[in-house]
């Protein structure tokens, strides 16, 4: 069954949630705003060893698909996870990593060896 009018733009926005987490550094970054209630550029720029025009670019798609916030204060820039539900996607995301790998003992063990996830935040 086609989509109808209305329902075509929708599956294009959730299509392109999916495009902001469809790179490794940018699920890293939102795993590290995941963990804090915000986190400066330089932070993360330390955090991922980024260059910092490519984590510009990285943090720019992440805005563009909603995912993060940002706030200029003096010098500094601070991102923040535009909705608490990023967090809860990524702990869901790596529950399913971690039952596509099992049958891969190695990659399993790898898998387990990522930093950890924070908690659901309320």
Do not use: W
Request: charged residues 25%; without cysteine; aromatic residues 4%.
């Amino acid at each position: 069954m086609p989509f109808t009018q209305t329902q075509r733009p929708l599956y294009e926005v959730k299509a392109n949630l999916f495009k902001g987490l469809a790179h490794p550094f940018r699920i890293r970054l939102l795993e590290l705003l995941a963990g804090e209630p915000e986190v400066s550029v330089a932070q993360l720029q330390k955090e991922t060893g980024l260059e910092a025009s490519h984590l510009s670019q990285h943090l720019s798609v992440l805005r563009r698909h909603r995912l993060v916030e940002s706030q200029r204060r003096a010098s500094h820039v601070y991102y923040r996870l535009s909705d608490p539900r990023v967090a809860d996607l990524l702990s869901a995301a790596r529950e399913l990593l971690l039952g596509i790998l099992s049958a891969d003992g190695e990659r399993l063990v790898d898998a387990r060896s990522l930093p950890a996830l924070p908690a659901a935040r309320p």
